[in-house]
C-alpha cells in the first residue's frame, strides 16, 4: 500500500503561480509512476501531468503545457507539481496519484486532494 498526503494548494490571482507537493509513504521501495489529476465542481476528474519513475519521462495535458512542470525527488518521496501563469479555469480540487504502471483515473493510489482557486 501506498498512501499519499497533498499539499500546498491555496487561493492565488490569475496569472500567478503555486507549488503543489504530493509526499508518499507506505510501500515506498517499489517503482511507481506519479501524477496529478484535477476536478472542477460539476466536471470530471482529468488528468493534469504524468512523470515516470526515473523522471525520464513526462507528460502534460495540452490546456497546461509550457504553464506546468511536473518533477519528482525519489529520495524524499515527493512529486512536485509547479504551476505558473495560472487562469481562473485552472481552479478545482487538485489529487496526486501513484501506480505501479502508468497513471490513470483507474490508478492504485490516490491522494485526499488539495483545492486550488484562482480569482479573475
Known amino acids: 500500500q501506498v498512501q499519499l498526503v497533498e499539499s500546498g494548494g491555496g487561493l492565488v490571482q490569475a496569472g500567478g503561480s503555486l507549488r503543489l507537493s504530493c509526499a508518499a509513504s507506505?510501500?515506498?521501495?517499489?517503482?511507481?509512476?506519479m501524477g496529478w489529476f484535477r476536478q472542477a465542481p460539476g466536471k470530471a476528474r482529468e488528468f493534469v501531468a504524468a512523470?515516470?519513475?526515473?523522471?525520464?519521462?513526462?507528460f502534460y495535458e495540452d490546456s497546461v503545457k509550457g504553464r506546468v512542470t511536473i518533477s519528482r525527488d525519489n529520495a524524499k518521496n515527493t512529486e512536485y507539481l509547479q504551476m505558473n501563469s495560472l487562469k481562473p479555469e485552472d481552479t478545482a480540487v487538485y489529487y496526486c496519484?501513484?501506480?505501479?504502471?502508468?497513471?490513470?483515473?483507474?490508478?492504485?493510489?490516490w491522494g485526499q486532494g488539495t483545492q486550488v482557486t484562482v480569482s479573475s
Open positions: 496519484a501513484a501506480d505501479p504502471r502508468y497513471v490513470s483515473i483507474a490508478s492504485d493510489y
Open positions: 507506505g510501500r515506498t521501495s517499489s517503482r511507481y509512476a
Open positions: 512523470i515516470s519513475w526515473s523522471s525520464g519521462s513526462t
